[in-house]
Nanobody, 116 residues
Framework: QVQLVESGGGLVQPGGSLRLSCAVS???????MYWYRQTPGKQRELVAS???????KYADSAKGRFTISSDNSKNTFDLQMSSLKLEDTAVYYC???????????WGRGTQVTVSS
């Protein structure tokens, strides 16, 4: 049974850091891992991605501040967020694509709130 579970969200002050994690079950092999975020009234936007071979991509808003990483042996991947800004406030979702047929799976999301 496929399951994606995000953790690590919470309340943080501007300039602070958070580390989000996504635990994946039932998807093999994993082709690409993604972090998205969404705020009310806005489209869900891609923040970062990493392939199973380690290639990473970042949104312009995340470059230099966020780092995506994965541990394929544990089927987990993380988003390390630093220098957080008010505009980073959103629900963050993890997503994975399955190798071969390209099936897509989403987590339920975790709230990140940047506020003083």
């Amino acid at each position: 049974q496929v399951q994606l579970v995000e953790s690590g969200g919470g309340l943080v002050q501007p300039g602070g850091s958070l580390r989000l994690s996504c635990a994946v079950s039932g998807v093999f092999p994993i082709h690409t891992m993604y972090w998205y975020r969404q705020t009310p009234g806005k489209q869900r936007e891609l923040v970062a991605s990493i392939t199973s071979s380690g290639n990473t991509k970042y949104a312009d808003s995340a470059k230099g501040r966020f780092t995506i990483s994965s541990d394929n042996s544990k089927n987990t991947f993380d988003l390390q967020m630093s220098s957080l800004k008010l505009e980073d406030t959103a629900v963050y979702y993890c997503r994975v694509t399955q190798g071969g047929m390209g099936y897509v799976y989403w987590g339920r999301g975790t709230q990140v709130t940047v506020s003083s």
